[in-house]
């Protein structure tokens, strides 16, 4: 067996298919807590473009709002946090 030709083909593949689905791009950033002010890492899934969502602290779990926008490529371009009730 020989690797070289079947993996790039599979590679091309991947890239088709990842045309066709929803692939998740994922940014890892470093963010703070706007209740507890603890910082942590969060992936963000840049796929879908902006979007605004909600996801639990991981310190304190209180809800915290997350407004994201990402450029063409799925590169984060914003992140901010803020509480849930403002
Ligand atoms: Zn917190």
Redesign the pocket.
């Known amino acids: 067996m020989r690797g070289g030709e079947s993996s790039d083909a599979a590679l091309e593949f991947g890239r088709l298919l990842s045309g066709q689905h929803t692939s998740v791009m994922l940014n890892w950033r470093a963010v703070q807590?706007?209740?507890?002010?603890?910082a942590f890492d969060t992936g963000i899934d840049t796929s879908a473009g902006g979007q605004t969502y909600t996801e639990d602290?991981?310190?304190?779990?209180?809800p915290?709002v997350f407004r994201i926008a990402a450029d063409a490529d799925g590169n984060l371009t914003t992140v901010e946090t803020r509480r849930e009730e403002d």
């Open positions: 807590c706007p209740y507890c002010g603890e602290c991981y310190v304190c779990c209180r915290i």
